[in-house]
T-cell receptor, first 113, second 115 residues
């Protein structure tokens, strides 16, 4: 039973445009959400997070939106750059106390120059 | 400050052999997490350890898999009698004491191939 799902395995976007990556979850106990970026042959690197008490968190070109009632979150990257091409994983935790992360299956983003 | 280190980066084993994967956490980090990524899937939690203690092993298969994080030295994930289905990338993450979920820093992973 996948508790965190990323239904789009891949996404292609033109440089300068907005990239929107989506993530759905089923476990109502999740209250902390994270996005990771992963290049081939490297480990995931943390991008941005959001607590369930918020519905938006912004950091530079990256914004995460959380819709708790829909159990849905999204990552917006604007403007997209070729260096953003990577696999993006959303992850969830039942609290922000260093507990285990539950990951989605990932979305491969390709930003075309 | 070196990041999380994992070795070997690539490991090839024949069915029935043992695999030992090592993880050295970042300096000052006392929490270690192991995740497994099967081909075309996301990372799945296996085990969470602090020095000399297993805190949560709910994601570990009940047989053949074990993990330790001794007082001195790296954390070890050990897989006995490997099977083809164990082929995956194994990632280790570390966090500082009482670190939050966003303070888990990942290593580059060990890619295990079972022939």
């Amino acid at each position: 039973d996948q508790q965190v799902k990323q239904n789009s395995p891949s996404l292609s976007v033109q440089e300068g445009r907005i990239s929107i990556l989506n993530c759905d979850y089923t476990n109502s106990m999740f209250d902390y959400f994270l996005w990771y970026k992963k290049y081939p042959a490297e480990g995931p690197t943390f991008l941005i997070s959001i607590s369930s008490i918020k519905d938006k968190n912004e950091d530079g070109r990256f914004t995460v939106f959380l819709n708790k009632s829909a159990k849905h979150l999204s990552l917006h990257i604007v403007p997209s750059q070729p260096g953003d091409s990577a696999v993006y994983f959303c992850a969830a935790s039942e609290d922000n106390a260093g507990n285990m992360l539950t990951f989605g299956g990932g979305t491969r983003l390709m930003v075309k120059p | 400050n070196a990041g999380v280190m994992q070795n070997p980066r690539h490991l090839v084993r024949r069915r029935g052999q043992e695999a030992r994967l090592r993880c050295s956490p970042m300096k000052g980090h006392s929490h270690v997490y192991w995740y497994r990524q099967l081909p075309e899937e996301g990372l799945k939690f296996m085990v969470y350890l602090q020095k000399e203690n297993i805190i949560d092993e709910s994601g570990m298969p009940k047989e053949r898999f074990s993990a330790e994080f001794p007082k001195e030295g790296p954390s070890i994930l050990r897989i006995q009698q490997v099977v083809r289905g164990d082929s995956a990338a194994y990632f280790c993450a570390s966090s500082p004491t009482s670190g939050g979920a966003d303070e888990q820093f990942f290593g580059p992973g060990t890619r295990l191939t079972v022939l």
